[in-house]
């Protein structure tokens, strides 16, 4: 099984707790489901980024 979560939003689109509600929680409901699904050997591996402007 493969699966690619690519959501997010930036602080200049929405409020700080959209940005959590999405990227962090959307990202935990991912990897949730993934695990339900997967088999007991799975793996997962996430990575986020942040450019100057959001720090």
Do not use: N, W
């Not at 991912?30 to 997962?44: G, I, N, Y």
């Amino acid at each position: 099984m493969r699966v690619i979560h690519a959501a997010g939003v930036s602080p200049t689109q929405v409020s700080p707790e959209r940005i959590v509600h999405v990227d962090l929680f959307g990202t935990a409901y991912v990897l949730d489901t993934a695990h339900v699904a997967s088999s007991p050997r799975c793996c997962s591996t996430t990575a986020a980024t942040a450019t100057p402007t959001d720090l």
